[in-house]
């Protein structure tokens, strides 16, 4: 089998409706830094304005987009309502480095006044503690000020070499099997 020369998907470039309030927001509850901050057309070929934003030493995580002469509509809170439009995404995720940085995390959100718009939730039919969905992992989704769905996660079920899943305690789920290997 031939090595996949691509290891990661490694950041997101978030659109966003106003800069400072984004910012404010990344940095208060994920405790991201700010790399660099660059004007619409200070590079003529990049008509917006980038916030590059860190978690850790790498350049940056996320880069939050604003363009300044676009007009937004607001993004509906509830998924199900987000009957319209251009295609979108549904959420994307933090990963902690374990349940104890997760709960942490959880009640940071809770102690700023995030509302939890799903969870805590243990996504898995295999786990006693499940809800029946994909995954193996526990997490809970808050939304951005922009409402863009963020999940904050913990435990993420790997995938063996013959395609059985583990959980996070290195147990494998001999009925869980990735569809590709």
């Given at each position: 089998m031939t090595e996949n020369p691509v290891v990661r998907m490694q950041h997101l470039a978030l659109e966003v409706t106003d800069m400072e309030r984004s910012i404010a927001f990344y940095r208060d509850f994920l405790g991201m830094k700010l790399s660099e901050r660059h004007s619409a057309g200070e590079v003529e070929a990049i008509p917006v304005e980038l916030c590059f934003m860190r978690l850790g030493p790498v350049h940056h995580d996320l880069v939050l987009v604003h363009n300044p002469g676009k007009t937004y509509a607001a993004r509906p809170a509830n998924p199900a309502d987000d009957n319209a439009g251009q295609p979108s995404f549904h959420h994307y995720a933090f990963e902690c480095r374990d349940r104890e940085?997760?709960?942490?995390?959880?009640?940071?959100?809770?102690?700023i006044g995030l509302k939890v718009v799903r969870g805590p939730v243990v996504h898995s039919p295999w786990d006693p503690r499940g809800d029946g969905s994909w995954g193996e992992n526990e997490s809970f989704y808050?939304?951005?000020?922009?409402?863009?769905?963020i999940e904050i996660f913990c435990?993420?079920?790997?995938?063996?070499?013959?395609?059985?899943?583990?959980?996070?305690?290195?147990?494998r789920i001999e009925e869980a099997r990735a569809e590709e290997v």
């Open positions: 940085a997760w709960l942490a995390t959880l009640k940071k959100a809770e102690d808050v939304l951005d000020p922009d409402n863009h769905r435990d993420m079920a790997e995938i063996a070499a013959d395609g059985v899943y583990i959980n996070a305690r290195g147990e």
